[in-house]
């Protein structure tokens, strides 16, 4: 069984940092690519980042594209995102998702992955 911890989220003000964790354990990390996805109140669930099995390929969201970094460590088993110049409408809960395939370059589709994490809340103060 796969199990996905997030941490790290917290409040900030405007224009401060966050770093995300994602913690992953059940099965061979490195073989899988991995997601952050983001859900505020009363909106669906939107992508945010997703980083290739191997790490060597990442994509964003135009929401967040030069202002998050995702990255991966996979001695550590764990999933990053260093989030930037944070916006109150950044604010939501930030789940990590794992890919059901292996080598997989990764995917802004939610439907493509199998494994969640329980989320972690960011809040950015205005």
């Known amino acids: 069984q796969v199990h996905l911890v997030e941490s790290g989220g917290g409040l900030v003000q405007a224009g401060g940092s966050l770093r995300l964790s994602c913690a992953s354990s059940g099965r061979t990390f490195s073989c899988y690519a991995m997601g952050w996805f983001r859900q505020a109140p009363g909106t669906e669930r939107e992508f945010v980042a997703t980083?290739?099995?191997?790490?060597?390929?990442?994509y964003y969201a135009d929401s967040v594209k030069d202002r998050f970094t995702i990255s991966r460590d996979n001695a550590k088993n764990t999933v990053y995102l260093q989030m930037n110049s944070l916006k109150p409408e950044d604010k939501a809960v930030y789940y990590c998702?794992?890919?059901?395939?292996?080598?997989?370059?990764?995917?802004?589709?939610?439907?493509?992955?199998?494994?969640w994490g329980q989320g972690t809340q960011v809040t950015v103060s205005s």
């Open positions: 980083i290739s099995y191997i790490g060597g390929r990442m």
């Open positions: 998702a794992a890919a059901g395939g292996v080598y997989q370059t990764g995917s802004t589709k939610g439907n493509e992955y199998a494994y």
